[in-house]
């Protein structure tokens, strides 16, 4: 069973679509996360909930909204997409709130904006 | 300057050899430390932890080092399996981790 997982695992779209990509853990975790993997390879944290509740809002355009519907699904929906959101998007999650605990990471999804 | 900052390498070394990686980090009051690994085209996998003491697990051995600021990994008697991108990462503040943007290791038989 995998523990992280992120559908699609490739996106490609036209600028301007909207688009969105589900994630799921089974672990039980309280926590979770999205990141964003640009092309120089630097992982930079976008989005971070807590039993549903939004905890870390980096700075992130407003085109960017995370959902969570609940503690075990974070989602992860993107208006009007633009050719820097090319990267890879991973999500994570953690046993609880706190940079000390271990974070699982999901397989990612390859986004390609043309 | 970044907040955590490795050489991206890469480190091109024989099997068997030793090889050390360092990752400065600018926020003093950072706390907590990890340093994962990413294969190509995968997601990162904690390695290990870095702990005040340091930590050491088979053949790798992570250190922290508060007045200079930096946190080291050490591989002894690397195996080709090793070649990957290694990612160190630390806490900002008790919620966020910021990555550095990795240090590549190819390891050649």
């Known amino acids: 069973d995998t523990a992280v997982s992120q559908t699609p695992k490739y996106l490609v779209t036209q600028m301007g679509n909207d688009k969105s990509i589900k994630c799921e853990q089974n672990?039980?975790?309280?926590?979770m996360y999205w990141y964003k993997q640009d092309s120089k390879k630097f992982l930079k944290i976008m989005f971070s909930y807590n039993n549903k509740e939004l905890i870390i809002n980096e700075t992130v355009p407003n085109r960017f909204s995370p959902k969570s519907p609940d503690k075990a699904h974070l989602n992860l929906h993107i208006n009007s997409l633009e050719l820097g959101d090319s990267a890879v998007y991973f999500c994570a999650s953690s046993e609880r709130q706190g940079a000390y605990n271990e974070q699982f990471f999901g397989p990612g999804t390859r986004l390609t904006v043309l | 300057r970044k907040e955590v900052e490795q050489d991206p390498g890469p480190f091109n070394v024989p099997e068997g050899a030793t090889v050390a990686f360092n990752c400065t980090y600018s926020?003093?009051?950072?706390?907590?430390f990890f340093w994962y690994r990413q294969d190509c085209r995968k997601e990162p996998k904690l390695l290990m932890s870095v702990y005040s003491s340091g930590n050491e697990d088979g053949r790798f051995t992570a250190q922290l080092n508060r007045a200079s600021q930096y946190i080291s990994l050490l591989i002894r008697d690397s195996k080709l399996s090793d070649s990957a991108t290694y990612l160190c990462a630390g806490s900002v503040d008790g919620n966020k981790l910021v990555f550095g943007a990795g240090t590549i290791l190819r390891v050649k038989s």
């Open positions: 672990l039980g975790h309280d926590t």
């Open positions: 926020n003093s009051a950072s706390q907590s």
